[in-house]
T-cell receptor
Framework: AQSVTQLDSHVSVSEGTPVLLRCNYS??????LFWYVQHPNKGLQLLLK??????LVKGINGFEAEFKKSETSFHLTKPSAHMSDAAEYFC???????????FGSGTRLLVRP | DSGVTQTPKHLITATGQRVTLRCSPR?????VYWYQQSLDQGLQFLIQ???????AKGNILERFSAQQFPDLHSELNLSSLELGDSALYFC????????????FGPGTRLTVT
């Protein structure tokens, strides 16, 4: 069965410093992986996706993630945090049917001025 | 704005009642997905429809049902409501039945009192 673990429930950074949100996955086959962001009282927005092409994936708003099969990780990074990045981030893996998404528990990113 | 619309935005109802949540997918998208987001269980996939037919099922209770109509809008019916059904219900759509990007609506917040 597929699963995804987000290692930190909360991450706090200062504006202008790097962001690292950690995600490990478990899958019995080559998965597709995604990062979604949810701002307060908003729906989810796709940040980036990995679907077995390049292992370093660039997304919107300066975010990127690297797929590391040997470590079963798909960590999300950004070189410099902005106040508008404060939100909840979800790491997502495809389910066995490939039609459903399996969400991690989420990481709430706080950005201090 | 993802192009996915959901109505109503908020719904307050009593235990034992039945409600219907409505979703209109992005123009041209054939697949509709329903998700439930609650504090204790996080984001969970409920069910997917593709071009009017059920395609995949997740953790959907028997008290819940969904359908997709010929114009591709979808409805999620929740009956015999319990306090634990209080949650944010998201609809998402994608272009086809394969794993394309899913675009999420703003959600319907259901409160059962």
């Amino acid at each position: 069965a597929q699963s995804v673990t987000q290692l930190d429930s909360h991450v706090s950074v200062s504006e202008g410093t790097p962001v690292l949100l950690r995600c490990n996955y478990s899958s019995s086959y080559s998965p597709s992986l995604f990062w979604y962001v949810q701002h307060p009282n908003k729906g989810l927005q796709l940040l980036l996706k990995y679907t077995s092409a390049a292992t370093l994936v660039k997304g919107i708003n300066g975010f990127e993630a690297e797929f590391k099969k040997s470590e079963t990780s798909f960590h999300l990074t950004k070189p410099s945090a902005h106040m508008s990045d404060a939100a909840e981030y979800f790491c997502v893996v495809t389910g066995d049917s490939s039609y459903k998404l399996i969400f991690g528990s989420g990481t709430r990113l706080l950005v201090r001025p | 704005d993802s192009g996915v619309t959901q109505t109503p935005k908020h719904l307050i109802t009593a235990t034992g009642q039945r409600v219907t949540l409505r979703c209109s997918p992005r123009s041209g998208d054939l697949s509709v997905y329903w998700y439930q987001q609650s504090l204790d269980q996080g984001l969970q996939f409920l069910i997917q429809y593709y071009n009017g037919e059920e395609r995949a099922k997740g953790n959907i209770l028997e008290r819940f049902s969904a359908q997709q109509f010929p114009d591709l809008h979808s409805e999620l019916n929740l009956s015999s409501l319990e306090l634990g059904d209080s949650a944010l219900y998201f609809c998402a759509s994608s272009a086809s039945g394969r794993l394309d990007e899913q675009y999420f609506g703003p959600g319907t917040r259901l409160t059962v009192t």
